[in-house]
Structures are given as structure tokens and as C-alpha cells.
């Protein structure tokens, strides 16, 4: 391509671009040729810039420097809480009781002040009888008229943001675990430099005049088109991709199994986030003493602490099948059962809560419902668990409902998504017998997909049901990492535009 042609193909904010740098000697940053007016804004530059770059007439430099700043200025102007603590204390002649530094630093920040004083080596806990007392140590009494090495930095950030190669990492570690304390700030410079190519364009002589780049139709009937620059299409450059507008993968796939289950003629089900441990465990006969119950898997409410349950005559039954059985033919698990401990609040640890309140008002056949629904549990997070995830959950109640059809219904919804190949395995649930739990091969290992049963009679029998009821939950998010090949199921919920945009719709 001849220099001719590529000046015909530059754009007005190219060719003012390559002439200010030329004037300058052939090197600027945005903000040099913004503060000198040739440009209004540094969007018109780095864009024209990038242009330029594609065509091989400029060059972008950019480097980055992390500083620290100050977020929280009480920091300074009252000093820490280990400051204020030391200084206290030593009013008090060096030893202070514990209750004493509470009175002096209310709102809890005694503990914050203790904490660090222990750290650092400032003061020791001595026990004088019942109580505790808080004696300086030599170091402690060294401080008093010296500023501590994160006190200089922080005095430093109040004046101005410190470089990260300026600040020490240690102390940097300490201040970050003071929340709110400090903050991260990354500052960019950039520059650009006109190439060989592009001060051969200027020396070929560079008109600087407006272009059109789009007709309007004033642009017509105002005849202004007669005696205008059109600007040259240039078939060769670069053109960035573009992308069709899609939903997210996991609004997609709802939509796909809320549509597979309503063609099966399954009613859509729900139930609210925070229930009663009555519906969320008891009625589904789960021992008062379950693992499942501790904070461990659990998350209580504070506010509301409890459920009041209204209906006296359903606690009662629940009451009687987990303490002898009731009229169910079992022997329940013994012990006293607690109100108080049912109806404590939480966040729903499975949907099956859905499933049981439309069983409740739904208890005669046939019936089949289904539910997309979020649930809580208190999880450590890794590739395949989250402490917030979705379940899909399915029930059916028929005269007719055996393991045999339970099994076929979780091949076929597993079939008409895609996945022929599961596994079927023996399983343990308080409320399901038989119980199965269904896996598939996947990275390298069987990934649990969820659990299926038969619910058992003392589940069922309080609602007056006369048949079977079968029942499963899935796992709605490990079913999208097997249909997108995704390894990690925290990419899932990040919102990368790349990923976004490239996933496959099909």
C-alpha cells in the first residue's frame, strides 16, 4: 500500500494525532496533548492513537504503579487504637485493668487495641487476682515517644500516596488487615511515539480538514455533501469483533429446564429463603441432633432468631413421629423433640422445602411439580461448591410411583439435556427410602450431580398422603459446567465480557 493510499484512509483524529506528535518530536502523552490543546479528551486520543498503531504508524507505551492511600484519616488524626491504649496505660502509671481500657476506649475498640498491643510486644496481660491488668513492656515504654514503622506510613499516605516500591510489605500486611484502613490505587501513564512510517505520512504532507463519516439526511438537502471530505472505507484494517446479544448461560439454561419440565406437564413450585427449621428439617424427619443442624452446614438467622409455626395440630404429629413413630409403623428417633429448636430461623438448606409445603396442599394424586430455587449452606468455597448455589427439584405423587419410574425420569431429564452416560449409586437421606445419588465423569472424576428417594412415610403421613411420592434434587450449576465444559464453578457467577461473549448458545 503506497503512502498515498494510507493517507487517504486516515481519520481526522489520525492525521491530528501524527501532526501534533510531529510537533512535539515525535513523543506525548495523553495528558501533554490535552493541557497543550490539541485534543479535549483522552478517549479522542488513545482511540486515534490505536488506529494508528494497527497501521503501523504509531507505537502505545504504557506502565503501571500500584500506591497506597489513605482511607480512613481518623487513623492519623486520633491514632490507632494501640497508640491510644499504650498512651492510657501509661497514664495510669503502666499497669491498667482490663475493665479500665474498656472504660477509656468504648465501642469495642479495647478488644482491636489488645489485640495489636499483644502483636507488637507493647504490654502483657497480667492476672492480679480475678481480674487481668495490662503492663507496658520495655518496648511498650520505648513507643511512647517514638512513632511505630506503620504509624510513619501512615502519616506519609495522609500527605500523600505512597509507591508500592517505597512501602514495606510487612506493614503494608498489617495496615490491609485493618479494614478500611488504607486502599490500593493503580495509576497508568501512557505515551505515544509516531513511527518511521507515520513521520513518512506527515513529511508526504497531511491536510487537516473535517471528514463525514456518516450522511444525514441534512448532510443531503443542505448540498454541504457537494464540497466535503468523505472519509475512504478501508477494507484492510483492523475492525474490532462483534458480537451478538445473548443472555447468560445460567438464564439460558433455566429457561431450558423450566420449559423440559413444564412440556412433561410439571407445575412450577416455591417457597420463601428463610423458613422455620420445622420445614426446612423436622418435617422432613431430620433428627434434632443432625450434623446438618450445626452452624457448620447452617446458617441461623439473628433477626428473626425463630418461626412461631401456627398450626399446633400438624407440630403435634411431627412431634410424635420423631419421638415413637406416631401411626407410621416406625419407632421415630427417640428423645424429646423441641418446639423451640423447629422453629428456629434460617436460610433454606435445600428446596425440598418446596416440595413438602406443595405436598402439604397438594396431597392427593397425581401431582408432579418442580422448582428452580436457591439455597444456602455454609460451605468452604472450592471449584465445585459454593455457600450459595441453585437446585432443581422435582416431585411425583401417582398410584402407580415406584424406584423403576423414579430412575426413568432422572435419564430422561438427563437424556433431553444432553447426558446419557450418569451413574446411579445407593444413598443415605433422612427423608427418602430407597435414596440414590446419581454422578457423571467429569474432569478427570465423578461429580455428584444430586439425590433422589422415594419419601418415606413419616415425611408424607401428616398431609393424609394415600401413595408415593418421589422426589429429587439436582444440581443446577454442576449441570452447566458439564454442558460448557467449565472446570471452576466460581467462573459461573464472574462477569469476564470475554467469556460472555464466546460462549456457545448451543
Known amino acids: 500500500m503506497g503512502i498515498e493510499e494510507i493517507l487517504e484512509g486516515l481519520s481526522y483524529n489520525e492525521k491530528r494525532l501524527l501532526l501534533a506528535l510531529d510537533a512535539r518530536g515525535g513523543k506525548a502523552s495523553p495528558a501533554d496533548l490535552i493541557e497543550e490543546g490539541s485534543f479535549g479528551l483522552e478517549v479522542e486520543v488513545m482511540g486515534a492513537a490505536s488506529w494508528l498503531e494497527s497501521k503501523g504508524m504509531a507505537s502505545i507505551s504504557e506502565s503501571s504503579e500500584k500506591l497506597y492511600v489513605l482511607a480512613d484519616p481518623s487513623a492519623v488524626e486520633s491514632g ?57 513492656t520495655d518496648r511498650g515504654r520505648e513507643t511512647l515517644t517514638a512513632k511505630m514503622a506503620d504509624e510513619e506510613l501512615l502519616a506519609r499516605m495522609a500527605e500523600s500516596p505512597v509507591p508500592e516500591a517505597e512501602a514495606d510489605p510487612a506493614v503494608i500486611k498489617d495496615l490491609k488487615g485493618r479494614q478500611g484502613m488504607i486502599a490500593e490505587k493503580i495509576v497508568t501513564a501512557r505515551s505515544v511515539s509516531i513511527t518511521d512510517l507515520g513521520r513518512e505520512a506527515v513529511a508526504a504532507g497531511i491536510e487537516l480538514k473535517p471528514q463525514i463519516t456518516d450522511i444525514t439526511d441534512r448532510i443531503i438537502q443542505s448540498g454541504e455533501w457537494r464540497d466535503a471530505e468523505f472519509r475512504k472505507y478501508d477494507i484492510q484494517t483492523f475492525a474490532p469483533s462483534v458480537y ?76 410424635s413421629i ?40 397438594h396431597p392427593d394424586a397425581p401431582q408432579k411439580a418442580f422448582s428452580i430455587s436457591r439455597i444456602f449452606r455454609n460451605e468452604s468455597i472450592d471449584s465445585t461448591h459454593l455457600p450459595e448455589f441453585t ?116
Do not use: C
Not at 477509656?104 to 491488668?133: C, F, Q, T, Y
Not at 429429587?472 to 458439564?482: K, P, S, V, Y
Open 80 to 136: 490507632l487504637p494501640e497508640r491510644v491504649a499504650i498512651t492510657a496505660i501509661d497514664g495510669a502509671g503502666g499497669s491498667m485493668s482490663m475493665d479500665a481500657l474498656a472504660e477509656a476506649m468504648p465501642g469495642g475498640m479495647d478488644k482491636v487495641a489488645v489485640g495489636w498491643l499483644k502483636r507488637k510486644g507493647l504490654a502483657d496481660i497480667v492476672k492480679d487476682g480475678p481480674s487481668k491488668n495490662l503492663v507496658l
Open 244 to 319: 451478538a446479544a445473548k443472555k447468560h448461560m445460567l438464564s439460558r439454561l433455566g429457561a431450558q429446564v423450566r420449559r423440559l419440565f413444564t412440556d412433561m406437564g410439571f407445575t412450577e413450585m416455591s417457597s420463601e429463603y428463610v423458613q422455620p427449621a420445622f420445614w426446612n428439617l423436622d418435617v422432613l424427619y431430620t433428627p434434632q441432633d443432625h450434623p446438618a443442624r450445626d452452624l457448620q452446614d447452617t446458617f441461623y438467622l439473628e433477626s428473626p432468631a425463630s418461626i412461631h409455626v401456627d398450626d399446633d395440630e400438624l407440630v403435634s404429629k411431627v412431634k
Open 322 to 361: 420423631h419421638e415413637d413413630g406416631w401411626t407410621t409403623g416406625s419407632t421415630g428417633w427417640g428423645g424429646a423433640w423441641s418446639r423451640e429448636r423447629a422453629e428456629a430461623a434460617l436460610l433454606r438448606t435445600h428446596s425440598t422445602v418446596s416440595s413438602i409445603k406443595f405436598i402439604a396442599e
Open 391 to 506: 437446585q432443581i427439584e422435582g416431585i411425583v405423587i401417582d398410584e402407580n410411583a415406584d424406584f423403576d419410574m423414579l430412575i426413568s425420569i432422572i435419564r430422561e431429564f438427563y437424556a433431553r439435556m444432553g447426558f446419557d452416560q450418569i451413574r446411579i449409586r445407593p444413598a443415605y437421606f433422612p427423608y427418602t427410602e430407597p435414596s440414590l445419588e446419581l454422578e457423571v465423569f467429569f474432569n478427570g472424576k465423578w461429580m455428584e450431580l444430586g439425590g433422589a428417594g422415594i419419601f418415606r412415610p413419616e415425611v408424607v403421613a401428616p398431609f393424609g398422603v394415600k401413595h408415593p411420592v418421589l422426589a429429587w434434587g439436582f444440581g443446577f450449576e454442576r449441570l452447566a459446567m458439564l454442558k460448557w465444559n467449565i472446570k471452576d464453578i466460581r467462573d459461573l457467577y464472574i462477569s469476564d465480557l470475554d467469556t460472555l461473549r464466546t460462549n456457545k448458545v448451543l
